[in-house]
């Protein structure tokens, strides 16, 4: 299977391919002699075929990036431009780089990065250790064949202990999303696909890949900024974007979406029905949907007259999606009744890199087992209600409190740590840390996390205790940590 970019600029050539918020146009001819020639220069640095970090913005060298990755075989490996370099280091040592491309904003991340990895970047280079894209000759390649079953991205994601594992996505994973989502949302050949999105999550990465095999146009804005989102969803026509709910609210905060939008594709957290009620009220066609890092992307996509009439449904499984809902013994449970979240098809992951145990764990003979919980009503809808694994999701980014209580607990002051996620209007979660130790000071305890943790990571409320809530056993009791949390904020 060659890559979808050079099999779509055989059939559509002068169709819109890329649009930057700046008011550039590419056509597929256009953005095709830029992939050759990104793919070319990758080659000449040896990294054809092997793993292939990305620590971009969404823009539109990260678009040529995708494809000139594919082009040459390379497994794309999208990184976190958010996370701090001691957060990154563990991600880009387990993926087993063999070099690392970066822009001028986030190059000084990369170089502060502890394990040794070339690196490139996508502007110009102002460190030493850099190397510019542009100063490079591309050498001559011979384009990659990548069958359905090959790797062909690795995201990173956390467990509940906050140790990155890497989710293997193969080409038949993406292309299966793709094909799924366009019967769920609807495809034609004039739409545009606004992506605010990063493509370190599957949300920011699908718009990217669909486009290019519908023949369809992406529009990347660089950083999501409001003012400029609106403007340009005016200004481009553009018929579909995808949105975590933060976004969406602030949106409908500031001002009206364009008429002419098709689809609203929200995910990344749950959404309030009230924040449903307002897509109601003002004609968004608002499409809630469930889906994860391993099932590259959508699971679940509700349309939008389902979402105002059954508000909090994320609708029914997507086409080719199997979904059970099963309680602790492994066994489906009744039309109504709440289980365990277990996905199986064509989009599932192939495994977590190099992890085979997380892998069997991960997976039944049911399929794969999200550690979400929720039910089915008698007309198949989803709900999800829930997540076993306590991890917390805020903004669309997914927090483990372990590793935050872990990091608490490195201050020389604080004895002990529990951290949980608290409901928040804004955020859908927010990151709350109950205290243990001589340490009574809450910005004290905020500077501490500055300087360790992902800004969407820190405890956005802190309280102090002389010591955790625990059962017999030892276990903190999470809840009362959180009733406490609730507390103090009130």
Wanted: aromatic share 4%; glycine share 10%; net charge negative.
């Amino acid at each position: 299977m060659t890559d979808v970019l050079a099999r779509r600029v055989q059939a559509s050539p002068d169709a819109t391919a890329l649009l930057g918020t700046g008011g550039r146009e590419w056509t597929y001819h256009d953005l095709d002699e830029r992939v050759e020639q990104v793919a070319g220069q990758l080659a000449a640095l040896g990294v054809a075929g092997e793993h292939l970090g990305c620590l971009l913005e969404t823009r539109p060298a990260t678009v040529v990036l995708v494809h000139a990755a594919a082009r040459l075989g390379c497994v794309l490996v999208p990184l976190n431009t958010r996370l701090t370099p001691a957060e990154l280091d563990s991600h880009v040592e387990r993926a087993e780089l063999a070099a690392l491309v970066c822009g001028a904003d986030t190059a000084d991340t990369a170089v502060e990065l502890s394990v040794d990895v070339p690196i490139a970047s996508v502007d110009d280079a102002e460190h030493a250790d850099v190397t510019a894209l542009d100063s490079v000759s591309p050498a001559e390649f011979a384009p990659a064949s990548r069958e359905a079953d090959e790797p062909a991205v690795m995201l990173a994601t956390s467990g509940t202990t906050g140790e990155p594992k890497l989710v293997v996505l193969t080409a038949g994973n993406l292309r299966s999303s793709a094909v799924a989502s366009a019967f769920r949302l609807g495809i034609t050949p004039d739409d545009r696909w606004f992506d605010p999105l990063a493509v370190y999550h599957m949300g920011g990465l699908a718009p990217i890949v669909r486009s290019a095999l519908y023949g369809t146009t992406v529009v990347v804005p660089g950083e999501f900024d409001v003012e400029t989102t609106l403007d340009a969803l005016e200004r481009f026509d553009c018929t579909g974007i995808s949105l975590v709910p933060t976004m969406l609210r602030r949106l409908l905060d500031a001002g009206s979406l364009a008429d002419s939008l098709r689809f609203v594709l929200l995910g990344g957290a749950p959404a309030s029905e009230e924040l449903i009620e307002r897509c109601e009220d003002r004609g968004v066609p608002v499409h809630p949907t469930y889906g994860m890092t391993e099932t590259a992307s959508q699971v679940a996509t509700a349309r939008p007259q389902e979402a105002f009439t059954h508000a909090g449904t994320v609708g029914r499984p997507l086409f080719g999606t199997d979904l059970s809902v099963l309680d602790g013994d492994g066994k489906p449970v009744d039309t109504g009744e709440t289980g365990e979240l277990v996905v199986s098809g064509p989009t599932v992951f192939a495994g977590y890199y190099n992890d085979p145990d997380a892998t069997a764990r991960a997976f039944s003979d049911r399929g794969f087992h999200t550690g979400d919980v929720g039910h089915r009503d008698a007309g198949g809808r989803l709900w999800v209600t829930g997540r076993r694994d306590e991890m917390i999701s805020t903004g669309g980014e997914l927090v483990a409190p372990g590793e935050i209580a872990r990091m608490l607990r490195s201050h020389p002051a604080i004895d002990d740590a529990g951290v949980v996620g608290l409901p928040d209007s804004d955020w859908g979660e927010r990151v709350g840390a109950l205290v243990v130790g001589d340490m009574a000071d809450a910005e004290a305890v905020r500077n501490y996390c500055r300087e360790r943790l992902a800004g969407f990571k820190l405890p956005r409320t802190i309280a102090f205790a002389d010591e955790l809530p625990r059962t017999a056993s030892g276990t903190v009791k999470r809840a009362a940590v959180r009733e406490h949390l609730l507390d103090a904020s009130d």
